[in-house]
């Protein structure tokens, strides 16, 4: 019953988190024409940090178009219930590519001026499955065991070349 009540949780999450992947308007190669992005539009996402498997930092990306695209890339969190341990064990096999780190800017009117960690995606080689670890700070009111906020997803061919173009290399 309690690990129920934990993935509810988690999955509620992992929804707010990638929310607005149904909106088919923006695409991952999709031009909008220099719009000016609100926080709202970027769902507060301010900074992606791109760093190569052995943890050297490859590129900051700070632009807001490439932001927005980010936060509207579909992975789709139902699908994890099915192929969790499946892929996990796949993954094995293959050697860790990029880690893509994403941070968001507080929700308090009064900061410090730092950036809340919202996850890392990990990139594979040669594959197009990531894994996904949501930060456990951005579960504000219980501690919630890193286990259940590790996902694992198969991912598109474009969703998979809009990850690697992020690196820059």
Known sequence: MNKKIIMLVVLS?????LSGCSN????????TNNKEYTAEDLQRLSRLEVYAADKALINTIENKET????????IDPM???D???EIQEKLKEYEPQYIIT???TPAARYNNGSLEKLFDITVYKDTHMIMMQVSPDTVKNFPVPSEYLTYYYEVSDDVMDFLISLAGE
């Open 79 to 81: 699908e994890y219930t």
């Open 13 to 17: 999450l992992l929804i707010m988190i």
């Open 67 to 74: 932001l927005f695209q980010f936060n509207k890339l579909c």
């Open 102 to 104: 994403s941070y968001k």
């Open 83 to 85: 192929q969790q341990e």
């Open 24 to 31: 088919k308007e923006y695409t991952t190669g999709a031009s």
